[in-house]
């Protein structure tokens, strides 16, 4: 079965930086597209960003472009998240998802929050 983990959460200031990684199994991660989403307290769940299966292209939410990086690494099944410039509007759980034969599949999420 998908199997999405991420991990790389926590608390951190204003200004600094996070990396968040998921490992993925359980179908073929390389042909598939990754997503990053976002939920905050009291939001809906966004879109952060995605990157193609081959990793030659990504998209990201306005919010967040210019800050976040979304990478993988194919070889080893992981999609990652680089925040730089975190603010505290950033604080949310962040999950790693993808759509499998048409069956959007979710991590368990990993919280990060920003605060002085």
């Known amino acids: 079965q998908v199997q999405l983990v991420e991990s790389g959460g926590g608390l951190v200031q204003p200004g600094g930086s996070l990396r968040l990684s998921c490992a993925a199994s359980g179908f073929s991660f390389s042909s598939s597209v990754m997503d990053w989403f976002r939920q905050a307290p009291g939001k809906e769940r966004e879109l952060a960003a995605r990157?193609?299966?081959?990793?030659?292209?990504?998209d990201y939410a306005d919010s967040v472009k210019g800050r976040f990086t979304i990478s993988r690494d194919n070889a080893k099944n992981t999609v990652y998240l680089q925040m730089n410039s975190l603010k505290p509007e950033d604080t949310a759980v962040y999950y790693c998802?993808?759509?499998?034969?048409?069956?959007?599949?979710w991590g368990q999420g990993t919280q990060v929050t920003v605060s002085s």
């Open positions: 998802s993808a759509r499998v034969r048409l069956v959007r599949s």
């Open positions: 990157i193609t299966s081959s990793g030659d292209s990504a």
